[in-house]
């Protein structure tokens, strides 16, 4: 049977608006957390944020946004912050101090250069992190290559040390990992060694572009992979 279309009279479509009108609005976040959602929010974006996009991203009233970006610009502009947030080309952007530019371009130029270690480096890492205390000749075993001066790299590096000697014939070298290995890869401890292969790939994403030459030319290291 053949449905057909009821009217709706006037009094129902208006009983229908009210009831949309009155239904209850989602609870505010606390004041303390959306001013921290909307700092974390100018932190984490490259480009100046307007009002309107923080608003209706994380639906909150413009007015109420204002407010806080207004308090935010206020706090940070203190002598003790090193940051500040500031309207830029209509929107708002975290970024260092102008005062401080001089100071932070030295620190940055005193710092470390990061991480870069070859894949043969980080394979002979990787074997000692989850085998140590472990010897040089069992790392060749495990590995199939000779290694030593990769070892050696290790060592300058300071990602591993010497942990006294094996008391078997020859009596060789045992090798484990340093605190600089940890501060490295952002580890607290050995217990929090993620698996081998998240292991391998955290490595990877500081490998050095030192051996994709190699690679593509067809060149194969040394035998003791003495550029490690």
Excluded: C, W
């Excluded at 279309?5 to 505010?28: G, H, M, N, S, Y």
């Excluded at 090798?175 to 490595?203: A, I, M, V």
């Amino acid at each position: 049977m053949e449905e057909v279309d009821q009217p709706v009279d006037e009094a129902q479509e208006t009983l229908f608006v009210a009831e949309a009108i009155t239904e209850p609005a989602p609870p505010p976040e606390s004041a303390a957390a959306l001013k921290a959602v909307i700092e974390a929010a100018i932190y984490v974006t490259d480009e100046p944020l307007a009002a309107d996009q923080i608003a209706s991203a994380i639906e909150q009233p413009l007015e109420l946004v204002k407010e806080v970006l207004a308090a935010l610009v206020s706090e940070y502009s203190a002598p003790d912050r090193g940051l500040s947030i500031r309207e830029i080309a209509g929107g708002y952007k975290m970024a260092t101090k102008p005062e401080h530019h001089e100071a932070i371009r030295r620190f940055v130029k005193n710092l470390q250069p990061p991480l870069k270690l070859s894949l043969a480096a980080l394979e002979t890492l990787a074997v000692i992190a989850y085998k140590q205390p472990i010897t040089a000749p069992e790392i060749m075993d495990i590995r199939g290559v000779q290694g030593a001066g990769v070892l050696k790299t290790l060592l300058d590096r300071k990602l591993i040390a010497t942990a006294g000697r094996k008391n078997v014939l020859g009596k060789p070298i045992m090798y484990k990992t340093t605190r600089e290995f940890l501060l490295q890869f952002g580890l607290g401890s050995l217990t929090e060694l993620p698996t081998l292969k998240e292991f391998e790939e955290l490595g990877r994403l500081a490998l050095s572009d030192s051996e994709e030459p190699l690679a593509a030319q067809g060149q194969p290291a040394g035998p003791d992979e003495a550029n490690g």
